[in-house]
């Protein structure tokens, strides 16, 4: 109970510190919109911006969600300096703090995900024919990410550089990536394929081994 | 475990073994086996002359007790007579029949097989096109199938002389035993890495740091040895491949790995953190080896219909060779990694 009552009051913390410097979040979301609008310009340039085949057009979403993802995430645990967690450390348990940072960030990858689907919706067109599926998978896509990059971007933060969140995290996240372009390509079809239900439980689990080893791991990042 | 790694009975062990699986591995010949037949193109109703060229056999020796066969199906010719030409090759007559136990032969290719009591029995699937220019030929329009042959085994101690592998059927003994050592010290590594974590102890980290360095060894000597073995077997030295990605995406998470190591300064927060990683990116990749091969076929054996470690693929000669190398290997990878810890402590001392 008391473990909910301090993760709740951190995510809270998190989210305003996030709005009193507003620069914050408007960068993140700036820089999706920035990435997409090079996309759509280099598309564009080679004649390609309209009527872009199904499969490419998962690809690129996956790879910017990917890399705003990583962009967003790397910077985690850098935000408060370390005197600020050692008053964390007396107050609140390990797992209040990771489980927080991993839900504020699955909501950051969430309004990602939902900014740059419309804005791929605008500029390149959309093949989403199942919206509830495609739901779903940003969904995951949002939690695979949060799970993995929370840790990785605290990994990275206790050697001072985060530089090193994207070396460490991308051999990682490879097979779940690979797991979520295959499930949004059912969304492409008004029908689920029959393989649709295993590869969902499939990355549930994955999602799954990813907040176990995390909450596990985490307490033993944080004591200095 | 330090005593282990001190102690030099099982080095000599390891250094015995390699030695014999080097020797035997590349000394042991290959069995005879078919390279090519002129001519490669048979008409139907011909009667023709074969001329089988082989490798590594010597059918002088054989008593002209050879006899061939060509396979159809299930159907078999057997050849009119066979002579012997020199050692590295035989001539055989055959009468092609138009239909064969009630199946036509045009444009069929058939199996060349042949047997004799010194070489054994050589094979080569598909040597032969049958072609359909002779209509007229109709005095053997129908022929029986001969009698299964009998398969018999070669005199000589050999391994066997598989079509594509050929001689680079050695590279088991070398290649395989890559990723077996890999995958033990990456578990070592892990191991000691969880160890770490619970007893706070700077020497697990050495080990797991050392671990981590010979897994990555190996896997770079697999890479290697498996992209010359695909070269000449599959065309290409790195065909799209389930488990060729998975050998990659290994290698990407423990240069990675090395990396963060040399990244932090203080050696307690190396410590820690560098084993936090280690575990969570030894789940991360087990995972990926169990899942990522059933999305996608792979071309090495035992994936995506091709057998493995069965008995019509790796035969009793090679086992009794391979599971030594993989012994013999691996105990030369921990002599590595037992000599990289004892360096480290060296340093460590120093300082």
């Not at chain 1, 700036?30 to 085949?53: C, D, H, P, R």
């Not at chain 2, 390891?14 to 030695?19: C, K, Y």
Request: hydrophobic share 50%; proline share 3%; aromatic share 14%.
């Amino acid at each position: 109970m008391n473990l909910i009552q301090n993760t709740w009051s951190l995510i809270k913390k998190e989210s305003k510190l996030e709005i009193k410097n507003a620069y914050g979040l408007a960068s993140i979301v700036l820089y999706v919109v920035a990435t997409i609008v090079v996309l759509y310009l280099s598309l564009a340039s080679q004649g390609a911006s309209k009527n872009i085949e199904v499969k490419y057009w998962n690809v690129l979403f996956w790879i910017i969600m990917l890399f705003a993802g990583i962009n967003t995430m790397s910077k985690s645990f850098i935000q408060e300096n370390s005197s600020r967690y050692l008053y964390y450390y007396s107050l609140v348990s390990p797992q209040a703090v990771i489980l927080s940072k991993m839900i504020y960030n699955l909501l950051l990858m969430l309004l990602i995900s939902i900014v740059s689907s419309l804005l791929f919706k605008l500029v390149l067109g959309s093949p989403v024919k199942n919206s509830l599926v495609y739901f779903i998978v940003i969904l995951l896509g949002a939690t695979s990410f949060s799970f993995l990059f929370t840790l990785v971007s605290s990994i990275a933060s206790k050697a001072q550089n985060i530089a090193l969140t994207a070396v460490l995290g991308l051999p990682l996240i490879v097979i779940l990536l690979i797991y979520l372009m295959k499930l949004s390509r059912e969304a492409f079809f008004v029908e689920t394929s029959e393989n649709f239900f295993k590869t969902l439980g499939i990355l549930v689990l994955f999602d799954f081994m990813l907040f176990i080893l995390s909450l596990i791991l985490f307490p033993y990042l944080w004591r200095d | 475990m330090n005593n282990i790694f001190k102690q030099w009975w099982w080095k000599i062990v390891g250094v015995i073994i390699l030695l014999v699986v080097i020797i035997a591995g590349l000394g042991i010949p290959l069995n005879p086996g078919i390279t090519d037949v002129q001519p490669q193109a048979l008409n139907i109703g011909e009667q023709v002359s074969l001329q089988i060229n082989a490798y590594n056999s010597d059918f002088t020796k054989s008593n002209n007790q050879i006899t061939s066969y060509l396979k159809s199906k299930s159907s078999f010719i057997k050849a009119d007579s066979v002579y012997v030409m020199n050692e590295y090759s035989i001539g055989a007559m055959y009468t092609i029949p138009y239909e064969l136990d009630g199946n036509s032969l045009s444009n069929q290719s058939m199996d060349l097989i042949v047997i004799d009591p010194y070489n054994g029995t050589l094979t080569q699937r598909n040597s032969i096109q049958v072609q359909n220019n002779n209509i007229e030929a109709l005095d053997m329009a129908n022929a029986k199938s001969a009698v299964k042959p009998i398969v018999l085994s070669s005199k000589n101690f050999g391994f066997p002389n598989r079509e594509i592998l050929q001689e680079s059927i050695r590279n088991l003994f070398f290649h395989v035993p890559m990723w077996f050592g890999m995958v033990f010290m990456l578990l070592f590594s892990f191991i000691t890495s969880i160890l770490y974590l619970s007893k706070n102890n700077l020497k697990y980290d050495t080990y797991a740091a050392s671990g981590a360095e010979g897994g990555l060894l190996y896997g770079i000597l697999g890479i290697c040895t498996g992209m010359l073995w695909a070269n000449y077997t599959w065309g290409s030295p790195w065909p799209s491949d389930a488990k060729l990605d998975g050998a990659a995406i290994a290698m990407l998470i423990y240069i990675a790995y090395a990396i963060l190591r040399k990244s932090i300064e203080d050696p307690i927060r190396k410590a820690k953190v560098s084993a936090v990683y280690n575990v969570f990116a030894f789940f991360i990749y087990l995972a990926f080896i169990f899942v990522y091969p059933r999305l996608k076929d792979s071309l090495h054996p035992g994936n995506g219909g091709n057998p493995a470690f069965s008995n019509t693929d790796l035969d009793n000669r090679m086992r009794m060779l391979f599971y030594p190398a993989v012994i013999g290997w691996t105990i030369l990878g921990f002599w590595l990694v037992s000599l990289k810890i004892r360096y480290k402590f060296t340093l460590l001392k120093q300082q």
